[in-house]
């Protein structure tokens, strides 16, 4: 995927789902194992969206 604006597309919901996930995190009666998934799935995410930020750099090119 080439186009700028997809690329941020994508970016925006994977930052939703980790948000998603963060508050999920919050919940008081979460057990340590379920916070161990869920900050994995964060980690995951951030990763992810990592990728697709160097994507849009290389896309955009230098500024």
Do not use: W, Y
């Not at 997809?6 to 919940?27: N, S, T, W, Y």
């Not at 998934?37 to 896309?59: M, W």
């Amino acid at each position: 995927m080439n186009d700028p604006a997809k690329l941020f597309a994508v970016l925006v919901r994977q930052l939703e789902d980790m948000h998603g996930l963060a508050i999920e995190g919050q919940c008081p009666d979460q057990s340590p194992e379920m916070l161990q998934i869920l900050s994995g799935h964060i980690c995951n995410g951030l990763q992810r969206s990592k990728a697709v930020i160097d994507q849009i750099r290389v896309t955009l090119g230098p500024i």
